[in-house]
T-cell receptor
Framework: GQQLNQSPQSMFIQEGEDVSMNCTSS?????WLWYKQDPGEGPVLLIA?????ELTSNGRLTAQFGITRKDSFLNISASIPSDVGIYFC?????????????FGKGTKLTVNP | EPEVTQTPSHQVTQMGQEVILRCVPI?????FYWYRQILGQKVEFLVS????????KSEIFDDQFSVERPDGSNFTLKIRSTKLEDSAMYFC??????????????FGPGTRLTVL
């Protein structure tokens, strides 16, 4: 089945530091999405990427859709305590008109004040 | 801002019992989805639904599962005879359009299902 390899699995950083996480796959995706999940809550959309090579920002967040359409990264600049949570990449496959999202296993971010 | 809502937030049931999880998608959305997340694991696709029929389902979505849009606003997931391994967070999602990678799915807060 389709797999998204997300890394790192967890990160412990100091407030103010920048963070980078990424996802790779052997499959080609039409869309890459980055979600954040707080404990006991549903995934909240952060950034959506639709075109290969696209670089999109949302405040302190920046994400890029890889040229090969098989990877994406998310950067968080100047982290703050409320950035704590689990970040998931998710992709919609390019084949067969599938609408389902395939999720990575998540990156758990801890920010120390 | 419009959002997906889900009820109940937590459902506890005995093994073998039927449960119905309810969702109200965003009002102008046409495509609806159920996902589940076993504790500590990634989110997994269960089923997508459009125009009153299932458009895609995963291997997890076996004969014990069914979905329905009983009226113009609700979207339900029924598990006919729950098993211990059905314990998970169940997320409903909706999107305005689908296909071609041109629209995004918005998730509800989830229902935590605990099967005893």
């Amino acid at each position: 089945g389709q797999q998204l390899n997300q890394s790192p699995q967890s990160m412990f950083i100091q407030e103010g530091e920048d963070v980078s996480m990424n996802c790779t796959s052997s499959s080609i995706f039409n869309t890459w999405l980055w979600y954040k999940q707080d404990p006991g809550e549903g995934p909240v959309l952060l950034i959506a990427l639709y075109k290969a090579g696209e670089l999109t920002s949302n405040g302190r967040l920046t994400a890029q859709f890889g040229i090969t359409r098989k990877d994406s990264f998310l950067n968080i600049s100047a982290s703050i305590p409320s950035d704590v949570g689990i970040y998931f990449c998710a992709g919609q496959l390019a084949q067969g008109g599938s609408e389902k999202l395939v999720f990575g296993k998540g990156t758990k971010l801890t920010v120390n004040p | 801002e419009p959002e997906v809502t889900q009820t109940p937030s937590h459902q506890v049931t005995q093994m073998g019992q039927e449960v119905i999880l309810r969702c109200v998608p965003i009002s102008n959305h046409l495509y609806f989805y159920w996902y589940r997340q076993i504790l500590g694991q990634k989110v997994e696709f269960l089923v997508s639904f459009y125009n009153n029929e299932i458009s895609e389902k995963s291997e997890i979505f076996d004969d014990q599962f069914s979905v329905e849009r009983p009226d113009g606003s609700n979207f339900t997931l029924k598990i006919r005879s729950t098993k211990l391994e059905d314990s998970a967070m169940y997320f409903c999602a909706s999107s305005e359009m689908a296909g071609w990678g041109t629209d995004t799915q918005y998730f509800g807060p989830g229902t935590r299902l605990t099967v005893l």
